[in-house]
Antibody, heavy 123, light 107 residues
Framework: QLQLQESGSGLVEPSQTLSLTCAVSGGSISSGDYPWSWIRQPPGKGLEWIGYIYHSASASYNPSFKSRVTISVDTSKNQFSLKLSSVTAADTAVYYC???????????????WGRGTLVSVSS | DIQMTQSPSSLSASVGDRVTITCRASQSISSYLNWYQQKPGKAPNLLIYAASTLQSGVPSRFSGSGSGTDFTLTISSLQPEDFATYYCQQSYSSPLAFGQGTKVEIK
């Protein structure tokens, strides 16, 4: 059974770079053409899509993050990663990694999620 | 960007009630609409995709309808495990976006 697990620093200083990794177990990240995604949720608030990447390393990002975000994939380690630079307190959130599926009709939906990891931005 | 607006933001209901949650898109998104359930401290769980298709393993008391700009999630008979927050999400165009959520609480 495929599982996703986030890891990384839980505390980041303002203006620094947030780095998280999502380890995929129970299957290969290269098996199938899935958008491997990052989504975040500030405490007590709603969900926000950050971006996704395919195992081919083709990525798509939410423009609201402008040039701050980079998502990469390491197929040899069966994982993908998120880097978010110049963080502020507004970037404090639970960060989820997730796998999306794209239906025959071209609809993208996230069907498998990690448990999430809280990242706090504070000095 | 497409904005997703859910109503109500919260509701109180009793076990056995029929519950309806509405999601409106700021422009037509055809049927590119998904629904998720999230319980406190947990990741969201996909309930319905493509506006009306039930995800495998999801109880049949959940149903979705709509197309274009107006969508509905219905729980035909609310069960204790259904008390949670529900989100709609559009996948018609980037940036992919969620509604603000509807919290279903016990009356």
């Amino acid at each position: 059974q495929l599982q996703l697990q986030e890891s990384g620093s839980g505390l980041v200083e303002p203006s620094q770079t947030l780095s998280l990794t999502c380890a995929v177990s129970g299957g290969s990240i290269s098996s199938g053409d899935y958008p491997w995604s990052w989504i975040r949720q500030p405490p007590g608030k709603g969900l926000e899509w950050i971006g996704y990447i395919y195992h081919s390393a083709s990525a798509s990002y939410n423009p609201s993050f402008k040039s701050r975000v980079t998502i990469s994939v390491d197929t040899s380690k069966n994982q993908f990663s998120l880097k978010l630079s110049s963080v502020t307190a507004a970037d404090t959130a639970v960060y989820y990694c997730a796998r999306a599926v794209i239906t025959s009709g071209g609809i993208l939906a996230w069907d498998l999620w990690g448990r999430g990891t809280l990242v706090s931005v504070s000095s | 960007d497409i904005q997703m607006t859910q109503s109500p933001s919260s509701l109180s209901a009793s076990v056995g009630d029929r519950v309806t949650i509405t999601c409106r898109a700021s422009q037509s998104i055809s049927s590119y609409l998904n629904w998720y359930q999230q319980k406190p401290g947990k990741a969201p769980n996909l309930l319905i995709y493509a506006a009306s298709t039930l995800q495998s393993g999801v109880p049949s008391r959940f149903s979705g309808s709509g197309s274009g700009t107006d969508f509905t999630l219905t729980i035909s008979s609310l069960q204790p495990e259904d008390f949670a927050t529900y989100y709609c999400q559009q996948s018609y165009s980037s940036p992919l976006a969620f509604g603000q959520g509807t919290k279903v609480e016990i009356k």
